[in-house]
């Protein structure tokens, strides 16, 4: 009898569900793996076997889920079906590019596992996720060569030509352009998202206001956090101006100059506690320390100087606005012809940064200029000269393409990178071609039904109406230019950037832990494949856990804004 009454206190309390007819199940069950596959790790197969969701189950009138099914045949139909969709739209495409991401390492454990994606690029502007690589952070660049050309042949066997190029984000100066030299028709383009990522970290390496915010922050932020009566000052301060407290974030030694995200985060939590340093400075416990601790005026002096703030301010502004850029690059997925204005617009927006924080501008555009030359291929400005999207009208109302935006270097580079991807019989013909583009360009009426623009009705940005436009008018008008119409229409559907679906560590890292176990292998395999299948063809490239920090920012935007007020208020 006791324990009875125990097993009804410890079961969950449930009645039963409706009666569903077995397609109905079918149909539930369907959805649910679909779920649980395209979740590809935040959803735990574990979870389906939890007395809360089982009683969800019955309460529906489901049976109970069979985690051996959703493992075993009904995870092997899903994956033959999406490999199957993903063949067939290969197979129906002239030609592709691929994209590789995941080799660029952060940090040093060189031994860690991590996942490289293989993407497959087509004209029509979709991708379709091909295979998954597990590599180490020390997989050398002929390694990644060989994983590169074996997922061409395997997509295309031996007519190789039918990849026009790779996109990836590593091993641009080994693996792509061994590839790209023993084959002329490729072009293999560097990751313009960590092009952009890694000016960061080269404003933080060579700009000496990057160390010398860095070195006064350390200093400010170690005095706070370990100073115990100071803290318990700082404490109270926060408590009265934002109504919370905690340490203030700081790097590890080791990785003071090595990770600039740790770094940052420190500056954004020194720059968001202005109020409450300035309070400190009020604090009696501060004042003794001053008189018992040289560093403590040191810190106090820190913290009243106007020009520290200024320069911390200056730093976080730049690194935001190219995390900014990066952002938009990782949303917008730019194409290469939009590879040059991009960097066009970066300079534009550091210059104005400059003249607003009055700092030399010929430092920065040093730092730029050397990033800019590492990841420039000359598709960039064959691209950018090809695609009628950038096509300038003239006095005479002509729409020719945008020559005098290129360097004589860059001009020079469009020649030899389109007599490079034509025969030798034709290299001649496609100059030719060339120079008539260069001096008549496009009719307007086209010119203009391809630069048609409106504005997104969700993000409120400028958006071009028919993104596949140049693409088609090359293929369909411009018919008399028959090589340079070949090169063209290859050359400006390339992808800028290697970045795809963001997959969930969790659950390759479990599959992995059954040591190696072929059958686990191949079950990871098949879910990423489900998962990246379904987020690549819904356009979804973000991860669960940035929606729902986006979420949860929002949830609490109200009370900063309310925050703020509050403080103004007080304050006028």
Known sequence: MLEDSVKKLKSPKTSAGPTLTKSQVDSAFDYLADWVYESCGSVSFSALEHPKFRAFLNQVGLPTVSIREFTGSRLDAKFEEAKAYSEARIRDALFFQVASEGWKWKGKKYCEEKLVNMSVNLPNGTSLHRRTVLVTGSAPSNYAEEVLWETVTGICGNVVQQCVGI???????????????????????????????????????ELSIFSTVTQNCVKLVSFINFKSKVRSSFDKCQQLEYGHARLLRMPLPSLEFESFDTVYAMMEDVLSSFRALQLVLLDENFKMATIEDLNAREVGDMIRDVGFWNDLEAVHSLVKLVEEMVQEIETERPLVGQCLPLWGELRARVKDWCSKFHVAEGAVEKVIEKRFKKNYHPAWAAAYILDPLYLVRDTSGKYLPPFNYLTLEQEKDVDKLITRLVSRDEAHIVLM????WRTQGLDPVYARAVQMKERDPVTGKIRIVNPQSSRLVWETYLTEFKSLGRVAVRLIFLHATSRGFKCNWSSWRWECSQGNSRAALDRAHKLIFIAAHSKLERKDFSGDEEKDAELLSLANGEDDVLNEVFVETSTA
């Open 167 to 205: 996109v990836a984000d590593k091993f641009k100066n080994k693996a792509l352009r061994n590839l790209e030299n023993r084959n002329p028709w490729m072009v293999n383009l560097f990751c313009q998202y960590q092009g952009f990522n890694s000016l960061i970290t080269d404003f933080n390496k």
């Open 433 to 436: 071609e060339l120079m008539k």
